[in-house]
């Protein structure tokens, strides 16, 4: 009953509350405007995506208006917009190419439902580990492959197939070459153009929508019949089913379903970061928006909708256009959701080269030069993983350019705080207690040496500089100052342990100092202090550790015993008595 009662109550912080309500009450108005404006850009976006995943337009339009509606409702920020994305895009190709339309479908479902579960785990938290380079890298490799994505619909070459980007982009340029198709080029070239000028002329108008109707009107008007249209579109929704579910295909598909809910994760709550950024006053619940996507993934397949993701470009619009709450996205997705009741023959007849134009142009505008050249000058170590993820990413996929970005992160993310690791010898004239005389230090000095550990005694670091100590010559004692250790491992415990038992067996007492609270454990556990605790040779300080080395040395003949100090003679008695 106590996990029934702890699931219920976490489901109730997952859900919307009256504080959402309240939220979309105080300026009506202008979200409702910021709606439309995220609407208009949205739309051919929205048709662009769809096609590019093998799905067609529109599984492009009911994504954005069910997982669009959906995901505002449920979501953790006031301000994101969901829909289709060109990195999902990335992911799905492939899938549809292997799995056909079912596929995609299935792998949806699934990983809205894996969403949903990292959303009760509480696991929205540990997205922001993800190394900035890995997030540029994947986005710069992304606006490289939606690009390629494009060729075949940009240069009219309809009879290429294929699974992988490159060899899908290398097809179309052979197929131009012996076949040109000029005007289809000259479609995509057009609206890309108009969108990339006017974005800069006037960053508020949706030349997007523009460039597209007026592409749509020149190709009908010229009857250009070498130009393909979207086709015929149904004019709404189709009803919710599930033939699509097919139990036995669920081991191939689990793998892309984690990868697909593993990107879904990251970008919304990328998109929702940025936008907290841009607005006043926003803070996003991670942990609900993972719910929000998973509830939104779970629903656009049962309406022939591909996987959704927060948008980071119709995000960074809507915000742009004074949305303050959850009303500007929901009235996106149900502007769209009337364009696909009362527009569909109209929308059927945009030629697929214009939305290929749309998204060369949105694969360049997702090119943040001035980010990337940052990135790069930061440190080299940030410039080789958003090279390795963004190459990664155009050569395989997606997936494995995140893991091999966060590989490479790490292991350089290793290898500098490895380099912080030292050992240093250390002066031990102010930690000498009770020394008396110059002669005693320099004898003191002759046989007892001090070393100080600084930084971590891990795995990456200790074989670097604790193969030295067993170098040590000419010494009777050695005492090693462990205040500064900042972290120890199995490894780095084991290669101490193997370092003093290497200096024992060659004579030479060890002794420990400054070991700290959190150290205790790890040394205790692998046997590297239990001889030394027992043989008192663990002390807190290090004058305490020369002392009790000198007093060693002196029991043992190495150092000469302390001489009790003279008494001076009495003078003799002159009492008159």
């Known amino acids: 009953m106590s996990a029934f009662r702890a699931a219920a109550w976490r489901l109730r912080s997952l859900l919307p509350g009256c504080a959402d309500l309240a939220a979309m009450r105080r300026h009506p108005r202008r979200d409702l405007l910021a709606g439309l404006t995220v609407a208009i850009v949205a739309l051919p976006l929205a048709l662009g995506f769809g096609v590019s995943s093998g799905l067609g337009a529109e599984a492009g339009l009911a994504t954005a208006v069910v997982a669009g509606a959906l995901a505002a409702v449920f979501g953790g920020s006031n301000v994101q917009v969901s829909g289709p994305t060109g990195a999902m895009t990335v992911v799905l190709v492939p899938i549809a190419a292997a799995h056909g339309a079912a596929g995609v479908l299935m792998v949806g479902l699934i990983a809205g439902l894996v969403l949903v579960v990292l959303a009760f785990a509480r696991a929205g938290r540990y997205m922001r580990y993800i190394p900035a380079s890995v997030v540029e890298g994947f986005s710069l490799g992304i606006a490289c492959v939606i690009g390629l994505q494009q060729f075949p619909n940009a240069l009219g070459a309809d009879k290429v197939d294929g699974e992988h980007v490159l060899s899908l982009a290398w097809q179309s340029l052979q197929e131009f070459v012996r076949h040109p198709e000029w005007t289809s080029i000259a479609v995509a070239v057009g609206v890309a153009t108009v969108m990339l000028v006017g974005a800069r002329w006037r960053p508020g108008v949706p030349f997007s929508i523009l460039a597209v109707i007026a592409a749509t009107l020149v190709v009908e008007v010229a009857r250009l019949d070498s130009v393909t249209p979207i086709g015929d ?8 089913s599930l033939d699509f579910l097919d139990l036995s295909a669920l081991p191939a598909l689990l793998p892309s379903a984690l990868a697909v809910a593993a990107l879904a994760a990251l970008e919304s709550l990328l998109s929702a970061s940025v936008a907290d950024g841009m ?83 949105t694969a360049v505008k997702m090119v943040e030069v001035g980010s990337i050249k940052a990135m790069a000058r930061a440190t080299r170590s940030d410039a080789v993983v958003l090279v390795a993820t963004a190459t990664a990413t155009v050569v395989f996929d997606l997936v494995y350019a995140v893991l091999l970005g966060m590989l490479v992160a790490g292991a350089l993310a290793l290898r500098s705080i490895a380099r912080q690791a030292r050992l240093d010898q250390v002066d031990i004239t102010g930690d000498l207690p009770g020394v008396t005389s110059d002669e005693e230090y320099a004898l003191l000095a002759e046989h007892i040496v001090a070393y100080r550990l600084d930084g971590p005694l891990f795995f990456a670091a200790a074989h670097r500089f604790l193969l030295e100590l067993p170098d040590v010559t000419g010494m009777s004692a050695l005492i090693l100052r462990m205040s500064r250790v900042t972290t120890i491992d199995a490894s780095g415990a084991l290669m101490l342990k193997d370092t003093i038992d290497k200096l024992e067996h060659r004579g030479i007492t060890v002794y420990v100092s400054g070991i700290r609270d959190g150290h205790h454990k790890p040394l205790e556990a692998l046997g590297v202090i239990t001889r030394l605790r027992a043989g008192g040779r663990v002390f807190a300080t290090t004058p305490e550790a020369i002392a009790a080395a000198r007093n060693q040395l002196r029991s043992d003949g190495t150092l000469p015993a302390p001489q009790a100090p003279q008494t001076p003679p009495q003078e003799p008695s002159t009492d008159a008595s």
């Open 279 to 361: 607005s006043v006053g926003q803070k996003h619940d991670p942990d609900r928006e993972l719910f929000g996507q998973g509830v939104a993934n779970i629903a656009a397949p049962l309406f022939g909708g591909v996987p959704a993701t927060g948008a980071i470009a119709r995000t960074a619009v809507s915000v742009r256009a004074g949305a303050g709450s959850r009303l500007a996205a929901f009235t996106h997705a149900a502007i769209l959701a009337a364009v696909v009741y009362a527009a569909a023959p109209l929308v059927s007849a945009i030629p697929l080269a214009a939305l290929a134009g749309v998204l060369l142009a």
């Open 233 to 240: 579109l149904p004019a709404g929704l189709p009803a919710p």
